[in-house]
């Protein structure tokens, strides 16, 4: 039987992925906590993160007789860059819809800390504004894919499923 990666499941699995962060992300964003509580929030938040994504590589191995590494690192993959996309839909969603008036107050404490550096004039803030949610969306979709990409690949060692018995002849080579 020759793997094919589960994209529905996958799919699946990056919603759950996103729901943990979304709901996080949303209660922080929302609520002034003390900084206690949003640590806590955010150590939750990695946990649950990474039990999923190997709950999710390994529910996916448990369908083959045989995964190696490299194809239970791209069904992590696979699941946290989906989930990725839903996290980065997400931000540019609170920045310019649920709480509109953050990016504002985000670009003007930048441009504070520019001013007492003495470098305000280099920047241009009209610019800067107008081109804030691409760079939010970028700088947030590539943080999630590069955090995904280092759990997938310390999580697939663990995921990965030897083939039960090495010698049987009708498996063939196993190898990618």
Not at 33 to 54: D, E, F, G, R, T
Not at 96 to 121: C, H, K, N, W
Not at 135 to 162: D, E, H, R, W
Request: with cysteine.
């Amino acid at each position: 039987m020759n793997y094919k990666l589960n994209w529905s499941e996958a799919a699946k699995f990056g919603l759950i992925l996103a729901s943990v962060s979304v709901v996080i992300n949303f209660i922080t964003s929302i609520f002034q906590l003390p900084a206690a509580v949003n640590v806590l929030l955010s150590v939750v938040k990695l946990c649950a993160s990474v039990y999923i994504v190997y709950y999710a590589m390994r529910r996916n191995a448990d369908s083959w007789d045989y995964i190696s590494y490299g194809r239970s690192f791209g069904y992590g993959m696979a699941v946290c860059t989906l989930s990725a996309v839903v996290c980065t839909l997400f931000v540019l969603l609170t920045y310019t819809v649920f709480i509109p008036g953050a990016m504002t107050e985000l670009l003007d404490r930048i441009f504070q800390t520019y001013e007492s550096m003495g470098i305000a004039d280099a920047f241009d803030y009209d610019l800067l504004a107008r081109s804030m949610p691409a760079i939010m969306a970028i700088s947030q979709f590539l943080g999630c894919v590069i955090c995904g990409l280092i759990v997938s690949a310390i999580l697939a060692s663990f995921a990965k499923k030897n083939d039960a018995d090495p010698f049987n002849s009708t498996s063939g080579y196993h190898e990618e």
